[in-house]
């Protein structure tokens, strides 16, 4: 079964506001997480990754907080915007060539 | 800058027909291939993925075969579809492991 799953399957924001998009993982063994944008009809899209032995890594309007301790992973988007609006990913890697992904969660940004 | 193709983007086929989706990847050399598919509202299964030519793992067991004829192109085959076989199939690639996969667009695969 799956190792990644989402806290929850769909997120409604505010235009403008911050999103939190939320991601538990079952292996510790895990060492390499990424999180992928999907747009309807295309490819997942890279956002941004963080290794083990970091907790925060922060992007463009992005930031990924991983907590190790109770296997979480998280994505922050600042100032949340209508192209935001996407099935967002995470994903786990064991130092293997097994990327494992969640179900995703669905982000509707209100305008 | 690399790029990945993936074509068709859309196939309809009837049950008990071939099927040959094919990936090619620019701008890079010795890739690591993938094949995933995406059922509908689900995350992506790993299908097969490719270290070097002619070398496939396969991660399920099913329907389906992939081949590495050449260093940056991938190929997913069936000898005979099932409806089961119906998906989104994306191609994806990275330079090592722990490093980000990059994708394509897919293929909406229709079986009727």
């Known amino acids: 079964g799956e190792s990644v799953g989402l806290h929850l399957p769909t997120l409604s924001v505010q235009e403008g506001d911050n999103s939190i998009i939320n991601c538990a993982y079952s292996?510790?063994?895990?060492?390499?997480f990424i999180w992928y944008k999907q747009e309807s009809g295309k490819g997942p899209q890279f956002i941004i990754d963080?290794?083990?032995?970091?907790d925060k890594r922060q992007g463009q309007r992005v930031t990924v907080l991983l907590n190790k301790t109770v296997k979480h992973l998280s994505l922050q988007i600042a100032a949340t915007q209508p192209g935001d609006s996407a099935v967002y990913f995470c994903?786990?890697?064991?130092?293997?060539?097994?990327?494992?992904f969640g179900a995703g969660t669905t982000v509707t940004v209100r305008a | 800058s690399q790029t990945i193709h993936q074509w068709p983007a859309t196939l309809v086929q009837p049950v008990g027909s071939p099927l040959s989706l094919e990936c090619t990847v620019e701008?890079?050399?010795?890739?690591?291939l993938y094949w995933y598919r995406q059922a509908a509202g689900r995350g992506l299964q790993l299908l097969f993925y490719?270290?070097?030519?002619?070398?496939i793992s396969s991660e399920v067991p099913q329907n389906l075969s992939a081949s590495r004829p050449q260093d940056r192109q991938f190929i997913l085959s069936s000898k005979k579809l099932l409806l089961s076989d119906s998906g989104f199939y994306l191609c994806?690639?990275?330079?090592?492991?722990?490093?980000?996969?990059?994708f394509g667009n897919g293929t909406r695969l229709t079986v009727t």
């Open positions: 994806a690639w990275n330079r090592e492991v722990n490093s980000p996969l990059h």
């Open positions: 292996n510790s063994a895990s060492d390499y």
């Open positions: 963080i290794r083990s032995n970091m």
């Open positions: 994903a786990e890697n064991m130092n293997d060539y097994k990327l494992s």
């Open positions: 701008g890079t050399s010795n890739p690591n």
């Open positions: 490719s270290v070097g030519i002619g070398q």
